[in-house]
């Protein structure tokens, strides 16, 4: 076979094995990547344009090399979704940048971002004053969320109806049915609280599958499927 031909249809294996593989994956892969995610999908896009060329390399050792670099975040994410100590570990947590129109200096430091790159990010989201910023964070797929101070923000069918008040970001206080006893900390709220919350609505810790709760006491209930269904009966 003339080499090109081979390089050709080598290539076009290598394609379609990655689309197949990328599938299992699933569509979190083609959103924000993860550190790790990232690193992943540079080595394999390497390996893949190397096999492709080098016609000297085996192709099944090559396609073992990208498998198994695909395996290892599939069960990274597996993990992830069983525990949330483990998604923290392998993901990490969110950097706040701003609290209360004041900027964590230690916390840009231990993230490499320079003031003018948060000025610059907070311009891209109209943001044009720190001052004005209640809560900005570095997501860990490296986006930066920015909730603006109450007085800031657009005028709601709320506000008329109330005086202005110290906005707050909601927590995730459940997740996976289990109950994150840290973020009730940081909305001034006990364990003792949300299962009375809970209670009154007739339902477990185990049946919901997100909660968020603000300082307000506003709490918010995605339950699991199988919940709605029994409701419903």
Do not use: C, H
Request: aromatic share 10%; no cysteine; hydrophobic share 45%.
């Amino acid at each position: 076979m003339p080499e090109y031909l081979e390089v050709a249809v080598r290539s076009l294996f290598i394609l379609l094995s990655l689309f197949f593989i990328t599938k299992l994956l699933g569509k979190k892969q083609l959103s924000k990547l993860s550190f790790f995610e990232y690193i992943t999908g540079i080595t394999v896009g390497s390996i893949a344009g190397t096999l492709s060329m080098d016609l000297g390399l085996p192709l099944s050792e090559g396609l073992m090399s990208i498998l198994l670099w695909f395996l290892v975040p599939l069960l990274f994410s597996i993990i992830s979704l069983k525990s949330s100590k483990f998604r923290r570990f392998a993901e990490g947590k969110p950097s706040v940048f701003i609290k209360d129109g004041e900027i964590d200096e230690k916390a840009l430091r231990k993230e490499k971002y320079s003031v003018d790159e948060l000025l610059e990010q907070l311009r891209k989201k109209d943001v044009f004053r720190a001052a004005d910023v209640e809560f900005a964070t570095l997501d860990t797929n490296g986006d930066l969320s920015v909730m603006l101070k109450k007085e800031k923000q657009p005028l709601i069918k709320e506000d008329l109806l109330s005086l202005f008040s110290k906005a707050s970001p909601p927590q995730a206080v459940i997740v996976d049915g289990k109950i994150d006893e840290e973020a009730l900390e940081q909305v001034g709220f006990q364990k003792l609280w949300l299962l009375k919350e809970l209670s009154r609505r007739k339902l477990t810790t185990e049946s919901v599958f997100l909660a968020q709760a603000d300082r307000d006491g506003n709490l918010t209930l995605d339950l699991y499927n199988w919940t709605n269904i029994q409701q419903n009966e």
